[in-house]
């Protein structure tokens, strides 16, 4: 039997309901641990039932540990003059997530070295985390750094890092077989709306349409702080990963950009035929970007030792529009039809799947390297290995491109290009064609990984 979308009633009160969950879970301080997340599903297991796992501090998910639980209940700043001029309350952005508890007055001078901002965009809070480095701060806008004056300041953030867990969610609609679609996207932002309330409004939604029908293949929802909880999904579900046929990672499909599709590691798997095909028939405005091994959770399920066909749907993709990952990615940014339009684009994509279409092989751009010297292998090559506490990565989140140094971005992409084409099979050579990394910076790289034991050269002479 065909899998009947028409069957499905999309209709403007979707569009409002997308919404109104958007609205009702905007004020949860989520993170990638604590009971903002626990919150979160609390409110989404009223529409779909979905199962959540809790993953004990300490334990060993590849090369990464699962962390402290962060939780918090206030911050804020007195200024000398006794006002409040920041609260928590008032926006979950102006603390950094994962902060240390603090209670004290200090001088201005250290205040400011405490706290973020985006000095090219003056009325924006900006969105920071430092969950592996234990630290405390606040962010505001510039505008307001810019008028604090001398004096005394008292400051309170009332948080707990303690052990507990990490939470985790899965959905799961049995098919007639046991072959898999997977769709993922991630819980770990507070209030920041198409990065990536988006995605988990759409995946919801789209779980509770696919449930009603009559499917050939199981599909399998899955929510998890990003980065680490995508590592504790896949170090958890190991065993089943097989039957995964097709897969896509959620995130930014609620702005009103044109549609963006990231392609999978294997280039021409089945779902970028899929979906690049889907999107030519709606005649949609779009873009296609090859793989990178950088961005969201794609890639850990990309990482080396996986290699699974996920690739990512979204509209205007994360760093790309102005209001990413600032208080500017709120409830005016995100449109509802533009949520609503997702929604049924990715139903196009599960039809597709579910009649089996018979498409095309897409152009893989060839690129030619002959060289068999400066060949590595990944030495951690499921998931991408913990970079912070080798001290080769950074320690704070941050956000968009321009406002990072180029020579750390350079750095920090050559370590992503390295560790993710380092399967013995591609030269440094060709990874500097494929990335447009430059091969000098490329070799300095690679003998910092070598250092930390991340790769092992491949000799081609003793084999
Ligand atoms: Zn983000």
């Not at 001088?107 to 901002?117: A, G, M, N, V, Y």
């Not at 597709?352 to 152009?363: G, Q, S, T, V, Y």
């Not at 000098?440 to 991340?454: E, F, G, P, S, V």
């Amino acid at each position: 039997m065909k899998f009947k979308k028409n069957k499905l009633k999309i209709d403007d009160s979707v569009e409002t309901q997308m919404y109104d969950l958007m609205v009702e879970l905007f004020p949860i301080c989520r993170s990638i641990t604590g009971d903002g997340v626990r919150k979160t599903f609390d409110v989404l297991k009223k529409i779909i039932k979905i199962t959540t796992y809790e993953v004990s501090t300490g334990t060993k998910v590849f090369d990464w540990t699962i962390p402290k639980e962060w939780n918090i209940t206030d911050a804020y700043i007195i200024d000398p003059n006794g006002k409040k001029i920041l609260d928590f309350h008032k926006s979950n952005l102006h603390v950094i997530q994962y902060s240390t508890p603090i209670n004290k007055e200090i001088e201005l001078d250290e205040l400011k070295s405490h706290i973020h901002t985006i000095p090219n965009k003056p009325k924006s809070i900006p969105y920071i985390t430092s969950y592996y480095n234990e630290d405390w701060g606040f962010c505001m806008t510039n505008e307001q750094f810019n008028k604090l004056k001398d004096g005394v300041y008292k400051v309170v953030i009332d948080s707990k890092l303690k052990d507990g867990s990490l939470t985790y969610g899965e959905y799961y609609i049995e098919g007639k077989t046991k072959q898999e679609v997977i769709f993922s996207t991630y819980i770990c932002h507070p209030s920041l709306c198409n990065d990536n309330l988006s995605g988990i409004i759409l995946l919801v939604f789209l779980a509770q349409f696919l449930q009603t029908q009559n499917l050939t293949y199981s599909y399998r929802f899955i929510f998890v702080p990003e980065t680490i909880g995508a590592i504790t999904w896949l170090n958890k579900n190991e065993a089943g990963l097989d039957y995964i046929k097709h897969g896509l990672l959620v995130t930014c499909v609620g702005d009103p950009g044109n549609f963006t599709y990231k392609k999978t590691r294997q280039e021409n798997a089945d779902i970028d035929k899929i979906v690049i095909n889907t999107l030519k028939k709606l005649k949609l405005n779009f873009n296609v970007q090859d793989f990178f091994p950088y961005g969201s959770d794609e890639r850990q399920f990309c990482s080396p030792g996986f290699n699974l066909p996920v690739g990512s749907l979204m509209r205007t993709p994360y760093r790309q529009f102005v209001q990413y990952h600032s208080s500017e990615d709120n409830l005016e940014f995100v449109k509802k039809e533009s949520l609503l339009e997702s929604l049924k684009v990715y139903l196009e994509v599960v039809s597709a799947i579910e009649n089996k279409e018979d498409i095309p092989d897409l152009e893989v751009k060839k690129i030619e390297s002959d060289a068999d010297t400066e060949i590595f292998i990944n030495t951690n090559p499921k998931c991408e290995p913990q970079l912070g506490r080798r001290g080769i990565y950074r320690n704070f989140g941050f956000g968009r491109l321009d406002v990072e140094s180029d020579e750390t971005e350079k750095f920090e992409l050559s370590i992503f290009w390295i560790l993710n084409y380092s399967d013995g099979n591609h030269s440094l050579e060709y990874i500097s064609k494929k990335s447009g990394i430059d091969l000098d910076i490329l070799r300095q790289t690679a003998l910092k990984l070598l250092k930390c034991n991340l790769l092992e050269k491949v000799n081609r002479e003793s084999n």
